[in-house]
């Protein structure tokens, strides 16, 4: 895809527009690190790639309890080293990903976005 780059206060952000017309924003600290990723379009971006190291903690948490159907709904993940929410329909899917321990000073959960 195409990458532009922003400066927003004590952080930058990458955001990264994918041929299939998602677009991923990369929020980064002013030591280069991603403390927090967000997305929308008409495609789930690749998980797997957007969480790194954390995908394994997110599958662990939507993983349904042995015997029960996955029922499609809203994501909404808040543990400690990891908040993940998801949402929309196919056609429109939007989400956010962060560490809340790893936002830098100043930076609200609500500015990831």
Same mark, same amino acid.
């Given at each position: 895809g195409t990458r532009t780059t922003k400066a927003a206060g004590s952080y930058e952000v990458h955001e990264i527009q994918a041929a299939t017309g998602t677009v991923v924003k990369e929020y980064l600290s002013p030591e280069g690190k991603v403390f927090a990723v967000a997305w929308h379009g008409p495609r789930l971006p690749d998980l !797997?790639?957007?969480?790194?190291?954390?995908?394994?903690?997110?599958?662990?948490? %939507? +993983?349904?309890?042995?015997?029960? !159907?996955?029922?499609?709904?809203?994501?909404?993940?808040?543990?400690? $080293?990891? %908040?993940? +929410?998801? $949402? $929309?329909? %196919? $056609?429109?899917?939007?989400?956010?990903?962060?560490v809340p321990e790893t936002l830098p000073a100043g930076v609200r959960a609500e500015d990831i976005q």
């Open positions: !797997r790639q957007l969480l790194g190291g954390y995908f394994e903690q997110y599958r662990a948490a %939507v +993983q349904p309890p042995s015997g029960t !159907r996955m029922v499609r709904k809203p994501i909404m993940i808040d543990r400690p $080293g990891l %908040v993940v +929410q998801i $949402g $929309g329909h %196919v $056609g429109a899917f939007s989400g956010r990903a962060y």
